[in-house]
């Protein structure tokens, strides 16, 4: 097998290394694909990780840092206070950004389990002075905050990045500033500024023109109750990678102005706000205004050490579609996954969650981040290594980082770049996290919809929590995407949910297939509650309820509604002119696109595969997943082919016929044709001559 060379990021130009990563650039002498048909893909471009710094090109959202070393320094914080855990977190990230090798470890929230599962090895410590005096030629000095002023502390640790230096406070200091350390003060705030206004009007007019303007965090830092609070848990982040970092509150109005200013420097649709606000619909209206969506990472911490782990996935087969009947179809959906926090910990550890050993009993839709890509690509792989056919990952509000579609870039009149760019980014993260739905928080109209059925074209569907007076609950968008309303919506006590299902058989005609898809509150509603609802059901309703995962369900709706759909997916009747050793055709419509579930063959001769569909269709859309997709070099990309069409298996007409193909996934609208025999026929395969397609995908309807 060849070895894997590459690995995709969303990139231009890589930002921090400033190496330029363009594709086939060979001055201009290379052949220029041909097809009939545009491809709506929007290809990545391979890069390699740096070795020894922070890789950050355009297009990836967070910084990714370099891979980790054989051994990591565990600093056991778990009896320190909140402010002695802000300076080993922010230190991490001043000594990993040239390799992870130290992170900070609490007994209390499995960060133990999460290095047992990936694979990382500890050296559990105590002895500080010890660490301190390892890694204390990278260490520059000190950056002193005012205690009397604690937003001070969000100053340092971004100054901290800039200069290579700790974080303290005055009793730090004396300790850090005395033998055996004898570090010399870099940055003194005491006493510089009055009050936390003046802090962050410091930081906008001094600190924020020297920084990324692509991501800024949002930490607390102040007084609570008269005493001193700030939060630790991504300052590794926010020192290794020189963000700007915040604490206003967007319901104060010099706050909300201030908060404004910033936000309206941002780009909108491709900037990010990582952390979380003092208010959440304040911050996330805010935010969505300026056209800058947020990442929930308010308790997620070791972001320089699992950002630095392998961004290959292990994408889970998706089961059959079941056959559509006469049925009203129930998909259970859990939130809050878009919090980072809220996956590293509760998803994960609670018996209720993933831990819960009746998890696959009935399916359940679990919102996940697909940012998880950049901030901890293995933390999301263990949940995919780890599924049941009845575990459905989909993503929590509402694409790529938490944001209001409604109002995003209306404050700046950019309402369309916004959403644009946008849906542009959830769509190139979803193909490489295998992600395909979508709950989008609020209320959403047609206008916002439409990019959805756009731009993310790797949705089979997606969800909104309301919709206004006369909209429909459920409906198709721009004739391709399906849109259902949450019911109930964001719910978390199961009788009340039992109840509306129940109301909402009732109240069930019986003429057509019923959709529903309840929305329940993670931190009251698990596993345990899912069984309790479903077997009320069964018991009452028999087969006349069937639970199914999300993305079957939206399937489903669109079958329902005569609207193409994946018509492909665990097809059974494929042949091939020969393959190698176990990557058979089936492998090619598992719904799984990464290694080893694809289509290999290395035979001399023609090469082809077929798909026996059954019945006569009508297909408008195809997509062929490459080698590429699967974390191979490009090179190994089919090169060129046809797609052909037959009613008997014996005749065949051209489709589109495609060379000198580069992309990873070619994804193409094509004139509607009928057909029960499709066929992809390699006429150039990769450099190597091995002809792959990792998954193979027709989009139609019975005729």
């Not at 949450?486 to 009732?506: C, E, F, N, Q, W």
């Not at 080893?596 to 297909?619: C, F, H």
Request: charged share 25%; with cysteine; proline share 4%.
């Amino acid at each position: 097998m060849i070895k894997k060379t590459a690995v995709f990021i969303l990139c231009i130009v890589i930002a921090i290394s400033g190496v330029s990563c363009k594709r086939g650039d060979n001055g201009g002498n290379e052949d220029k694909e041909v097809s009939k048909y545009e491809n709506k893909y929007t290809d990545y471009v391979h890069t390699e990780i740096n070795q020894d710094s922070i890789t950050w090109p355009e297009g990836q959202i967070l910084p990714t840092f370099p891979p980790y070393a054989d051994t990591i320094d565990a600093v056991n914080i778990n009896k320190m206070d909140e402010v002695d855990r802000a300076m080993w977190t922010a230190l991490c990230g001043i000594i990993n950004r040239k390799q992870p090798r130290i992170m900070v470890y609490t007994t209390n929230e499995n960060t133990e389990d999460w290095s047992e599962e990936i694979g990382i090895k500890l050296e559990i410590t105590k002895d500080y002075e010890g660490i301190i005096q390892k890694y204390k030629d990278e260490i520059k000095g000190l950056i002193v905050w005012d205690e009397e002023v604690p937003e001070t502390i969000n100053l340092a640790t971004t100054v901290a990045g800039f200069k290579d230096a700790m974080i303290v406070n005055e009793e730090q200091l004396a300790i850090y500033s005395a033998e055996p350390y004898n570090f010399t003060v870099l940055e003194d705030y005491r006493g510089k500024f009055s009050d936390r206004m003046d802090v962050y009007e410091y930081i906008y007019e001094e600190i924020w023109p020297d920084c990324t303007h692509r991501l800024i965090a949002g930490i607390k830092a102040g007084f609570e109750n008269g005493n001193i609070s700030v939060g630790w848990e991504i300052r590794d982040l926010i020192a290794g990678a020189n963000l700007v970092v915040l604490w206003l509150d967007p319901t104060v109005s010099e706050e909300k102005v201030l908060l404004a200013k910033f936000l309206a420097d941002c780009e909108p649709g491709k900037s990010y706000y990582i952390g979380w606000w003092t208010s959440e619909g304040d911050g996330v209206g805010l935010g969505s205004d300026y056209g800058v969506a947020t990442i929930p990472a308010d308790y997620y911490y070791n972001y320089s050490l699992y950002s630095s782990t392998s961004r290959e996935l292990n994408i889970p087969t998706i089961p059959a579609k079941p056959e559509l009947e006469n049925k009203f179809y129930i998909a259970f959906t859990i939130s809050d996954g878009d919090n980072l926090q809220y996956v590293q910990h509760h998803m994960k550890g609670s018996t209720k969650m993933w831990a819960s050993k009746r998890r696959g009993t009935y399916p359940i839709s679990w919102t996940c981040s697909s940012a998880l890509l950049d901030a901890g690509p293995q933390l999301l792989n263990c949940f995919y290594k780890t599924a049941t056919d009845n575990d459905c990952i989909i993503s929590g509000p509402s694409g790529l980082g938490y944001c209001y579609p409604l109002q995003f870039g209306s404050m700046i009149g950019q309402e369309d770049l916004s959403l644009d760019n946008y849906t542009k980014l959830t769509d190139s993260y979803f193909r490489r996290t295998g992600f395909s739905v979508i709950t989008v928080w609020n209320f959403i109209q047609q206008a916002q919809a439409t990019y959805y059925a756009k731009n993310v074209r790797s949705l089979t569907g997606f969800t909104v929590q309301e919709r206004y007076t006369g909209q429909p609950a459920q409906e198709i968008i721009d004739n391709r995407l399906p849109l259902i309303t949450t019911s109930p919506r964001y719910d978390g006590d199961a009788d009340r949910v039992l109840d509306i299902i129940k109301d909402a058989v009732d109240a069930w005609d019986g003429n057509s297939p019923a959709f529903m898809m309840p929305q329940l509150i993670s931190w009251s509603c698990g596993v345990p509650e899912v069984i309790k609802i479903a077997t009320a059901l069964e018991k009452e309703y028999g087969d006349k309820v069937e639970f199914v995962r999300a993305d079957h369900l939206l399937m489903l709706y669109s079958e329902s509604e005569n609207i193409p759909y994946n018509i492909t997916l665990r097809a059974q009747n494929v042949t091939d002119s020969g393959h190698d050793g176990d990557f058979d055709p089936l492998k090619a419509f598992d719904g799984s696109f990464t290694d080893p579930n694809g289509w290999k063959s290395s035979a001399e001769g023609e090469k082809w595969i077929t798909v026996d569909l059954q019945a006569e269709y009508e297909i408008s859309r195809y997509v062929l997943k490459n080698a590429g997709a699967a974390y191979y070099s490009q090179d190994l990309n089919t090169k060129g082919f046809k797609i052909q069409a037959s009613t008997d298996g014996n005749s065949w007409s051209d489709i589109d016929e495609v060379t000198a193909n580069k992309s990873d996934i070619v994804d193409k609208d094509v004139d509607k044709f009928t057909a029960r025999y499709v066929r992809v026929l390699i006429t150039n395969p990769g450099s190597d001559g091995v002809a792959r397609i990792q998954e193979f995908e027709l989009y139609g309807v019975k005729k």
